[in-house]
């Protein structure tokens, strides 16, 4: 272990149950400006005395949910972070990076459509009954993102 052990308990403050508000770009990659707004309930847990979690979140009105996997690298002192979603079935490629100064940022390469993206993870208005997440899109290499998906956490 090293001088960073605090960091396998970045998302301590995760753990528990959330009222989620989800904002989501109906269109990607479109310049589409319409967004859709539906609820979520989220319940996090923690494994490893903080160094790995597990967030499930249902979609009550989509009929769909999802599932969150974080896992932190003791070696890289990093986080790895996996979504699946109950709609494909499948686990998605890592996002993978740490938080500075209260704020979580994370970067992965993925496809859309077929075709390759960025993906980028942001984590911040962390406070013990709130936090945001959002993810956001490249389709040019990380030169310009598009905000795709924004989570509103509300302690339960």
Same mark, same amino acid.
């Given at each position: 272990?090293?001088?960073?052990?605090?960091?396998?308990? +970045?998302? +301590?403050?995760?753990?528990?149950?959330?009222?989620?508000? #989800?904002?989501?770009?109906?269109?990607? @990659?479109?310049?589409?400006?319409?967004?859709?707004?539906?609820? /979520?309930?989220? *319940?996090? #847990?923690?494994?490893?005395?903080?160094?790995?979690?597990?967030?499930?979140?249902?979609?009550? *009105?989509?009929?769909?949910?999802?599932?969150?996997?974080?896992? @932190?690298?003791?070696?890289?002192?990093?986080?790895?972070?996996?979504?699946?979603?109950?709609?494909?079935?499948?686990?998605?490629?890592?996002?993978?990076?740490?938080? *500075?100064?209260?704020? /979580?940022?994370?970067?992965?390469?993925?496809?859309? +459509?077929?075709?390759?993206?960025?993906?980028?993870?942001?984590?911040?208005?962390?406070?013990?009954?709130?936090?945001?997440?959002?993810?956001? @899109?490249?389709?040019?290499?990380?030169?310009?993102?598009?905000?795709?998906?924004?989570?509103?956490?509300?302690?339960?």
């Amino acid at each position: 272990m090293t001088g960073d052990d605090h960091r396998m308990n +970045d998302f +301590d403050f995760l753990t528990g149950s959330w009222n989620v508000t #989800n904002r989501r770009l109906a269109t990607l @990659f479109s310049g589409s400006d319409e967004w859709e707004t539906f609820p /979520g309930v989220s *319940t996090c #847990n923690p494994i490893f005395e903080g160094g790995c979690n597990t967030e499930e979140i249902a979609f009550p *009105t989509l009929g769909s949910s999802g599932l969150t996997l974080r896992l @932190f690298d003791t070696e890289r002192e990093e986080w790895s972070i996996y979504w699946a979603s109950s709609r494909t079935g499948l686990l998605y490629p890592p996002v993978v990076g740490t938080f *500075t100064d209260g704020r /979580g940022d994370f970067y992965g390469d993925d496809t859309h +459509d077929g075709k390759p993206i960025r993906a980028h993870f942001i984590w911040s208005g962390i406070t013990p009954t709130s936090a945001r997440w959002e993810q956001e @899109f490249s389709a040019d290499g990380g030169r310009t993102w598009e905000s795709n998906w924004v989570m509103t956490y509300t302690r339960a």
